[in-house]
């Protein structure tokens, strides 16, 4: 009992270096000798971890703030808007974009965000150079103060102004791509360009954006009064083909936001004669903004529930795999425990030697996994990437670096892994602690 | 033999437990994936009532006073005109079979709008999708008539402003009527019951989209009224069989020339191909996530499988050496093998077909037919995830058995 006691003050004492260092050396050898069982666990387990990643990367870029879209965490989203006949109880509405009025009465008029802008829903455009090149675009129809909540890079001029958009001048920004195939250069400032055959100024050149930044989207932007897009509406002047993103000053201010929304709806109803627009819990942040659909109300507990369910499906099949491995890894080493046993061994220390050599194995196969996962980005952007918002546009699903190596991610892949460890290593730890020792000697 | 094998499997019951556990989990969820795609397989065979091939909506635009060819003060009639003028044009052009307009009417479209067709005491359900059209329009997608009407004989039909058409199971479910009986008879329309329209043909089921079924996909055409022809109607036209090639760049090419009527302009071109993978990208997406997901447990099956069933073949030298010696063949101690995984497998199943009814009865897997368990689909669903299991599991098995079938008895048993 002494020897016992002893012994464990003596392993826990040098824990910190020797021990762990013996540990990682032992289980780098176990690895070694059995290949095949070490392949075979290192796979799965790299497998797990890479789904794991490209469904956090996937959400990650859709989510964390990125060029230019680099508000997203204090930005309210309107996607869409419903309308009914007043009191009706039945779930018969129409639903879509709202129209300017509605944007302008309901959202612009907001004090205490710090901008709120008005988008079209966006469209193709037909842009040509007079007797010179022609090509179809992606197009937006918006305000002076989208370039205010969105932060483009421009390489050449400026955004359009307040003036410029109020009486609808016919200015445009258009991306370093467009300019470069209609003149050859992205010295563009000052040219003018035909946008469905009318004639338009460019005022400003910016970088690429990729269609992964769903908001603010385009290959040309234009003030939405240059077109008739703003005429276009119907059911009381309520429904439309606009949208609206609400730049806060902080997170906190999302409630309060909400709240005069609110008033603001009521106002506007107050002037129907029949009918009543209603939001179906929007303004969204942005985690509700990507899983919302039109015309229906938001399942985001839904969604929280559904990737909860996939991601624990994808650890616990890998980890009881792991776990019968490291099970019968440990009989073969039965007596290699009862001696360690017999010689004082505590049950805290086996516990902690399983979970290290464990550890190694998951850590190797994260790191694999992660690579995996950067790989499926690339290779599969496509279908991670595009949804039935995005396929129809032109432009490219580009990743930028900053998106993919953040240090979160990095952090998530860590506690997955460790998640894992723990999962697969507790069973056998357990065991091993618990085994007799004349047992295990005898090999039984 | 049998019997020495029930007692070996009972005697590691331990490790087999392991095994059983992940079997049973696995067969669960990749039921469950099964069954996804039965239900999508099965719905996206199902026949559409529309042919989308050949087929492309020309966008239309108009020019604003920002325009130097822009013509001004123009009265809602010249609107309409200019627009029916471009129709006329496009359905003149050698290489177009046919060319209408519609409201909300062109397949895999997201806008809809709706309709109630009432006949005496029968009403449509609430989500009746209401197609307004220029007759054209069924020939641009092939509609067609229980009857054996051609798209040709309906587009006849709806030169009439008071017929309209509608898929043959507006009443099927709730008042188990097929509309074919109703033909030639007298309606009520979106809720008019001032004046009464001719159901001129019942229609072959038009689905609302690949993924959704036909019996729930309701929909009725009518006319266009004069007053809609306009620019925010849907242009679509269908092209001769072997006009595919460049037909874009080719319209596209010519729109100025020949297609710019007034002040109305062609802005766009896209082929009903791409529109459809964009209305269907989410479904798509779903598809491809379940199929990465059954592939990562197929996987995880098999390696799980190799990696036990390798370890016994260690442990079990002595004894694989003995029955060699004592006449078993390659072929018998394989099959031993095999055997023990697929009754492990057995086993596990006993219980996921239990949870899998229990999942089903609680309506949180895929709808089909308006249910979610059906008795040929439940068997179907269940026999499919269990031979794919029991697949990887004769590859997972394979590996270690050849390793087992090569033992030499002489030098294996020599330890002993």
């Known amino acids: ?444 | 033999m049998n019997k020495k094998l029930f007692t070996q499997i009972k005697n590691e019951w331990r490790s087999n437990l392991w095994l059983v556990t992940e079997l049973l989990l696995v067969s669960v969820v990749l039921w469950y994936i099964v069954d996804y795609m039965y239900v999508q397989t099965s719905i996206y065979n199902e026949p559409r009532g529309f042919d989308i091939s050949h087929c492309y909506l020309v966008q239309m635009g108009r020019l604003t006073d920002k325009s130097p060819d822009f013509i001004p003060n123009q009265t809602d009639e010249e609107k309409r005109q200019d627009v029916k003028e471009l129709l006329s044009r496009l359905q003149h052009r050698p290489d177009i079979e046919a060319a209408g307009l519609g409201q909300n009417s062109y397949p895999y479209n997201g806008s809809n709008s709706g309709a109630s067709v009432v006949y005496d005491t029968l009403r449509s359900p609430g989500w009746t999708i209401r197609r307004l059209v220029s007759p054209d329009f069924v020939r641009v997608f092939r509609y067609r008539g229980t009857r054996g009407e051609t798209p040709e004989q309906l587009a006849e039909m709806l030169k009439h402003p008071k017929n309209f058409l509608a898929s043959d199971n507006l009443y099927k479910r709730r008042y188990g009527c097929d509309l074919t009986s109703l033909v030639d008879k007298q309606f009520y329309l979106f809720g008019d019951t001032t004046s009464t329209y001719n159901l001129a043909a019942s229609l072959q089921i038009v689905r609302y989209g690949d993924y959704f079924e036909a019996w729930n996909s309701y929909c009725m055409v009518a006319p266009m009224p004069e007053g809609w022809y306009d620019l925010g109607a849907e242009l679509c036209v269908r092209v001769k069989e072997d006009q595919d090639r460049d037909f874009i760049a080719r319209l596209k090419a010519d729109s100025e020339k020949l297609y710019r009527v007034g002040n109305v302009f062609i802005a766009d071109v896209r082929s009903f191909t791409d529109i459809r993978r964009n209305f269907q990208q989410s479904q798509t997406n779903a598809w491809n996530s379940y199929l990465f997901g059954m592939g990562f447990l197929l996987l995880n099956i098999f390696l799980g499988l190799l990696g036990t069933f390798w370890f016994r073949t260690q442990q079990r030298r002595g004894e694989i050496a003995l029955m060699k010696s004592l006449g078993g063949t390659d072929h018998s101690i394989f099959v031993r093998q095999l055997a023990e995984g697929l009754i492990l497998l057995a086993v596990a199943t006993i219980p996921a077909i239990f949870i899998d009814w229990n999942l089903a009865n609680a309506e949180l897997n895929a709808w089909m037919d308006g249910s979610t368990f059906g008795w040929i689909r439940f068997v179907n669903t269940v026999l499919i995830s269990f031979v794919l299991i029991a697949l990887m599991i004769v590859v997972g098995i394979w590996i270690p058995a050849r390793k087992a079938m090569k033992v030499q008895p002489a030098e294996a048993l020599h330890d002993e």
Not at chain 1, 322 to 348: P, Q
């Open chain 1, 1 to 444: 009992m002494m020897n016992d006691f002893f012994f464990g003050i003596k392993e826990f004492g040098s824990m910190n270096t020797n021990m762990i260092k013996l540990y990682f050396k032992q289980a780098f050898y176990q690895l070694r000798e059995n290949r095949l069982i070490s392949l075979v666990s290192i796979i799965g387990t790299a497998l797990a971890i890479c789904m794991i990643m490209v469904i956090v990367l996937v959400l990650e870029v859709r989510i964390t703030d990125c060029v230019p879209e680099v508000n997203r965490s204090r930005s309210l989203y309107m996607k869409a808007m419903s309308i009914h006949q007043k009191g009706d109880t039945s779930d018969r509405s129409s639903n879509g974009c709202m129209s300017l009025t509605v944007a302008k009465e309901c959202f612009k008029a907001l004090t205490v965000p710090e901008a709120v802008t008005i988008v079209s829903t966006g469209g193709r455009m037909r842009i040509s150079v007079p007797a010179g090149k022609m090509m179809t675009v992606d197009n937006l129809e918006t305000d002076d103060t989208f370039w205010k909540v969105f932060s483009f890079d421009f390489i050449a001029g400026k955004p359009f102004t307040a003036a410029d958009s109020e009486s609808g001048l016919p200015k445009v920004v258009i991306s370093a791509s467009v300019a470069r195939n209609l003149f050859g250069t992205v010295e563009a400032v000052g040219r003018t360009v035909q946008l469905n055959l009318a004639d338009y100024t460019v005022v400003g050149v910016v970088k690429d954006v990729s269609k992964l930044a769903v908001s603010s989207y385009a290959q040309i932007w234009i003030p939405f009064h240059s077109t008739e897009i703003a005429g276009k509406c119907w059911y009381d002047n309520a429904m439309g083909t606009f949208r609206v993103v609400i730049l806060a000053h902080s997170e906190k201010d999302f409630p309060a936001i909400r709240e005069e929304a609110e008033r603001l709806r009521q106002k506007f109803n107050d002037g129907l004669q029949d009918s009543e627009i209603f939001y179906r819990g929007q303004p969204d942040d942005r985690f509700s903004f990507i899983f919302r659909h039109w015309g229906r109300e938001l399942q985001a507990k839904e969604a929280y529930l559904h990737y909860l369910l996939v991601i624990v499906i994808l650890l616990l099949v890998p980890a009881i795999n792991l776990s019968s491995m490291t099970l019968s890894r440990m009989r073969k080493r039965m007596s290699e425990i009862g001696v360690r046993k017999a010689f004082g061994a505590t049950a805290n220390v086996l516990l902690r030697q399983v979970f290290y050599e464990n550890l190694l194995l998951t850590l190797i196969a994260g790191a694999v996994g992660m690579l995996f996962s950067y790989a499926c980005t690339f290779l599969l952007n496509d279908f991670l990437f595009s949804n039935s918002e995005n396929r129809t546009q032109i432009g490219e699903t580009s990743l930028s670096a900053d998106m993919l190596f953040s240090p979160w991610i990095f952090l998530a892949a860590f506690i997955f892994c460790l998640l894992l460890n723990l999962l697969s290593a507790c069973i056998p730890a357990w065991r091993a602690s618990r085994m007799n020792i004349t047992d295990a000697l005898n090999q039984r």
